[in-house]
Nanobody, 115 residues
Framework: QVRLVESGGGLVQPGGSLRLSCSSS????????LGWYRQAPGKQRELVAT???????NYADSVKGRFTISRGNAKNTVYLQMNSLKPEDTTVYYC?????????WGQGTQVTVSS
């Protein structure tokens, strides 16, 4: 059974930082592209950042220079370091693993940026 479990969300003040983690099991994660997406109520899910099996990264324009995606040394974990957070970053963040026709999602973790 494939599982993606996110953690690290919470409440932070504007300008603050959070680090999201996503631990995976049930897949050979080293061959998967891993990513973070977010979805606000009433809106489509949008890409935040992805990292390929080779380590190439891609970011949404809205988070470039503020967020960093990385794979853990154990390779079954992907992180999203979020700095200089803004109120508009508030929403649910989802972990994604994608390879060929196989795609999996985590349950999501809430990030709230507010003073």
């Amino acid at each position: 059974q494939v599982r993606l479990v996110e953690s690290g969300g919470g409440l932070v003040q504007p300008g603050g930082s959070l680090r999201l983690s996503c631990s995976s099991s049930g897949i050979i994660v080293s061959i998967y592209a891993l990513g973070w997406y977010r979805q606000a109520p009433g809106k489509q899910r949008e890409l935040v950042a992805t990292i390929t099996s080779n380590g190439y990264t891609n970011y949404a324009d809205s988070v470039k220079g503020r967020f960093t995606i990385s794979r853990g040394n154990a390779k079954n974990t992907v992180y999203l370091q979020m700095n200089s957070l803004k109120p508009e970053d508030t929403t649910v963040y989802y972990c994604n693993a994608h390879w060929a026709a196989h795609e999996y999602w985590g349950q999501g973790t809430q990030v709230t940026v507010s003073s």
